[in-house]
């Protein structure tokens, strides 16, 4: 976000004069204008009021806005807290706070000052303005006035005197996360989050011509105040790979305490200040980049930066208040897939996702979709799936599976809810809710802890009422998207052979190779029961099972409930091998889980092939792939 530029270009263009007829035909609506730098008085057809004074810079008369609505009848818009539309007759004067452009009917004219605010008054160029009214301006020589004179708008219902809601604020916040900063005047905000715990300014839309920008982040950090280093690593986290640090400081403004780091970027030559804070379990970071030949080029936002404080005050009515909770509640849009939904305060979304998910201290919430099988329903997605569910889970860790019928804003639905647990006693609550629109099926889930099911189910009904999909566009920007966890086929398998080992063996074929090279030593599969690794030790396989049988002897074994389940001897396709059954009844920090090892001995050592298991997914089924496995290994 920039700071306002005190550099001001000359003036390089002004509206010519229109024809003075139009005075003639409109003579009982004349108005005249008469006003003074320096001088809070105006008059308007004789009648003083009092005003924000007139001043002049680089030649350029600048007047208060609300003298020419009022003297004209001239209608007014403000649009994006910086762009001011004024209408009169068959004219229209767009102006932007900042730009030193000015469109009269579209038609962009260049002035020598942009429209600014002056204690909460906008002030601005006099001259392009009532000339494109076709008002003309003279100076009286006894009075030192400037003297407009005009004709007020034909039709009453273009006049107007207010600037919306907007109109005179002179700070800038947010109500919900709680900070406030003087209006970056001079500068178009370009990016605000979802959930409103970013901002940004800058002074042109153009992320690759940005010269100068103001940035505000909210992060949560918790309740426990952070250290001065800490901080200031928050600070640094927000660092481009080239930018280098030059200052770095405690400072003190208007009484409170913050971390200020400058920084400079080698690439893009920009100076950056960040001023950090920490309020209760938030922490604020304001930030502001110039692009200079050195770091004196921040000195200029010294005031917006000073006016930065970590709170919001309800009954300033000079802040104008962009937080994005409304009634309690965020709209989250996700433009690449279409997708909005409505959460309540509190929520974020994962940005780190490829496809559209939110989440708060507890519940989640996902978004996805993916190509429809010819003939599939909803009900025989949801008899797949409850299946797929009853391979993976054992039975006591899965209950209360029940379907409903759903009416989303798309159309009618399926859900599909179930508790799992995953040990202790702890449940979790999953609500998938399918719907099928074109060629696409598509799925929300709703995740939250079993024990806070009240509250959650609240906000799923609120979730539900306030999606929105745009099925129409996914299915113009999108092809074939396979559901790969619901077209799972357990029985389909791959041959893989290691010629450097000697062996082969059957694998699943939705396993997933994270290293799947079976001629180089350490192959690793994962799946959602576990894991599976094949790699070569130079120990025998008696004496790893011997390892394996002191380990579990060991205290630290002890403490977590390790047992030796088997260590026999067996014959897998004409091959000897030693298999070695743990069982990890209360592991540290980690799921009950079994480890079963096929040990094969070779002429250098022995070949592992190792497989783990959580408790939970220990079903007849998973038992059975693992086992299929083991006894598909063959030596040549």
Known sequence: MKRFLTMLLPLLLVLAMLPMAVFAADADNKVEVRLKAGST?????????????????????????????????????????????LTYNDRKVVLTFGSKTVKINGAAKTVAIAPVVVKGSTMVPLRVIVEAFGAKISNDGATKETVIIGVRAQSSGTGGTSIDSDYGKTKIGDSYYGWTLNYPAGLVQVAQSDSGDYVSWADTADASKVAAQVNVFTELVGDDELTVEEQRDLLYSYYDGDEITVDKRTITVGGQQFEKVVSYTKQSKMYYEYRGIQKGDKYFIVLVGVKGSDKSVLSSYDVLLNSFTPSFNVSDKTVKNITKVQDGMITFKDADYGFSVKLPAGWYDDSDGSTPAFANKTDSFLFSFGSLLAGDTLEGWAVRHEKNLREEFVSSNIRNVATAPVTLKNGKALSLSYDISYGEDYWITFNEIAFISGEYRY?????????????????????????????????????VVDDQLDLIDRSKKLTKRSSTYGYSIEMPAFWTGEQNNFNEDGVYYTFNAGEFEAYESADTAADIASKATQLATEPQAISEGVTIKENTTITINGKTARKVVLHAAKPKGMLPYSEILYLFDTADGSMVFYFSLDDVHATESNLKLINDVAQSIRFS
């Open 41 to 85: 008085t105006v008059k308007i057809n004789g009648k003083a009021s009092t005003v924000e004074a007139p001043f002049v810079s680089s030649g350029t008369t600048m007047v208060p806005l609300k003298v020419i609505t009022n003297a004209f009848g001239a209608g007014l818009k403000l649009e994006n807290g910086n762009v001011i539309t």
């Open 443 to 479: 799925s929300l889930v709703y995740l939250h802890p079993a024990s806070n099911s009240s509250k959650s189910k609240e906000t799923l009904k609120q979730v539900i009422a306030s999606v929105t999909i745009d099925t129409a566009y996914i299915e113009k920007n999108f092809g």
